[in-house]
């Protein structure tokens, strides 16, 4: 059987907030098989944001290890952390953070060119990854010239794009209305169904259910299946 392609062991992370000792994650262990599709979920305050930034090697544990797809994560340097960023994580926002004088296929493409894909490489993997959103025919469209459900799409097709080893999806249908939020869970289940290992982080029991495994997590400590804290958790 193939290794987790994610592996924490007994992660803690501490803040100093206003003289107080803050435990915002507290000895979390977690392990995430390639291919899975996984919710996180908890309330503001919970430590989900802190776990999602160490799960996005954008910030440092202060205690424990990180193995992402076989390689430790906690004692690198933050340039190390942000090409494995690039190369292994493809990030799918809440509030889509496309660039608005960009096209879609523009948007999709840019983060290739950090990558220093050819400009026919570039194109080739942006008009594949609009092709599998559904979006192939909006390419010379701008941000304004689509719905609130097409920008995410195009999000999602520009995490896509990098042929990264996570879709790690922070709240993604946080700013869409009920019908286009199914839409776009639908469409992650069947990139999913494709062989993508997606990480969705929620504050929303029935978005999490849309997950094939959830863990919960509240007052940094993380529980298998949600726990019984799932009856604390608002859903709305």
Same mark, same amino acid.
């Given at each position: 059987m193939d290794k987790p392609i994610i592996q924490i062991n007994n992660m803690s992370k501490t803040y100093q907030l206003g003289g107080e000792t803050v435990h915002a994650l507290n000895n979390v262990s977690l392990e995430i098989n390639k291919?899975?599709?996984?919710?996180?979920?908890? !309330?503001?305050?919970?430590?989900?944001?802190? #776990?999602?930034?160490?799960?996005?090697?954008?910030?440092?544990?202060?205690?424990?290890?990180?193995?992402?797809?076989?390689?430790?994560?906690?004692?690198?340097?933050?340039?190390?952390?942000?090409?494995?960023?690039?190369?292994?994580?493809?990030?799918?926002?809440?509030?889509?953070?496309?660039?608005?004088? #960009?096209?879609? #296929?523009?948007?999709?493409?840019? !983060? #290739?060119?950090?990558?220093?894909?050819?400009?026919?490489?570039?194109?080739?993997?942006?008009?594949?990854?609009?092709?599998?959103?559904?979006?192939?025919?909006?390419?010379g469209h701008l941000p304004a010239q689509l719905s609130g459900g097409q920008q995410q799409r195009v999000a999602i097709a520009r995490a896509l794009a990098g042929q990264p080893a996570i879709l790690l999806a922070d709240e993604p249908t946080g700013a869409l209305d009920s019908k286009t939020s199914k839409e776009i869970l639908k469409l992650m289940q069947q990139l999913n169904e494709l062989g993508h290992t997606i990480i969705l982080i929620t504050h929303d029991l029935e978005i999490a259910k849309q997950a094939k495994r959830m863990v919960s997590i509240q007052d940094g400590e993380l529980q298998e299946n949600g726990g019984a804290l799932l009856g604390d958790f608002a859903i709305y």
């Open positions: 291919g899975e599709f996984l919710a996180i979920i908890g !309330p503001s305050g919970s430590g989900k944001s802190t #776990l999602m930034n160490m799960l996005g090697c954008l910030d440092h544990p202060d205690q424990g290890s990180y193995l992402l797809d076989g390689k430790e994560i906690g004692k690198m340097t933050d340039n190390q952390l942000a090409a494995i960023r690039n190369q292994k994580i493809g990030f799918i926002f809440q509030n889509f953070n496309l660039l608005s004088k #960009l096209t879609a #296929l523009e948007n999709v493409e840019l !983060p #290739l060119i950090y990558a220093g894909a050819s400009a026919g490489e570039r194109h080739k993997r942006a008009m594949d990854s609009l092709n599998k959103v559904g979006l192939k025919e909006r390419a």
